[in-house]
């Protein structure tokens, strides 16, 4: 059963950083690309962040570039997220692409706030 | 300002046929396949349609189609646990970016 786990949320202070994880398990991971999406208290959800499975080819959403990092390793995809802003509030989830655009799985999120 | 268009809010009645739509461009529902995804009182997303594709474990009384640069979900046969927030999605090649659209509250009456 494919299962996607992420972990490494709190609370932080404005400036600061955080490393998000994705412990992905039932599938063959580094044969999937995987996305990074969050969704702000109230709002819609929001792209971040795409990697390839052999981690080749990177994207990231406006918002993020210069700031996020994604990576991945044999089973976990990681987001490295620095100089956090009170709008990187949100609940952040990873998910598996299935096609070029859509994504099968989702994981449950992890929440991050950032406040003064 | 989303990049793909939805209607905020849809209403309908149990055992009713209810269609969503997602506009977009050529550049992203005009070239590839739209994910819609299902979240029930802000809980994690879960994929309802592949394109054209029943994801498993999915009723069947959800359908998708595409035409053009507009995406359509609809749902025949209404339940109240259809009852959620509905967002498309595919990819944008103009901007190499994943793109959403904004989000259709679906209330069941």
């Known amino acids: 059963e494919v299962e996607l786990v992420e972990s490494g949320g709190g609370i932080l202070q404005p400036g600061g950083s955080l490393r998000l994880s994705c412990a992905a398990s039932g599938f063959t991971f580094n044969y999937y690309s995987m996305h990074w999406v969050r969704q702000a208290p109230g709002k819609g959800l929001e792209w971040l962040s795409y990697i390839s499975g052999s981690s080749n080819t990177i994207y990231y959403a406006d918002s993020v570039k210069g700031r996020f990092i994604v990576s991945r390793d044999q089973s976990s995809m990681f987001l490295q997220m620095n100089s956090l802003r009170a709008e990187d509030t949100a609940v952040y989830y990873c998910?598996?692409?299935?096609?070029?655009?859509?994504?099968?799985?989702w994981g449950l999120g992890t929440l991050v706030t950032v406040s003064s | 300002q989303s990049a793909l268009t939805q209607e905020a809010s849809v209403s309908g009645t149990v055992g009713q046929k209810v269609t969503l739509s997602c506009t977009g461009s050529s550049s992203n529902i005009g070239s590839y396949a739209v994910g819609w995804y299902q979240q029930i009182s802000h809980g994690a997303p879960k994929a309802v349609m592949f394109?054209?594709s029943l994801p498993s474990g999915i009723p069947d009384r959800f359908s998708g189609s595409k035409s053009g640069t507009i995406a359509s979900l609809t749902i025949s046969g209404l339940q109240p646990e259809d009852e959620a927030d509905y967002y498309c999605?595919?990819?944008?090649?103009?901007?190499?970016?994943?793109?959403f659209g904004g989000g259709t509250e679906l209330t069941v009456l």
């Open positions: 394109g054209d």
């Open positions: 999605s595919t990819w944008d090649y103009s901007l190499n970016v994943w793109v």
């Open positions: 998910a598996r692409q299935r096609l070029w655009g859509v994504v099968d799985y």
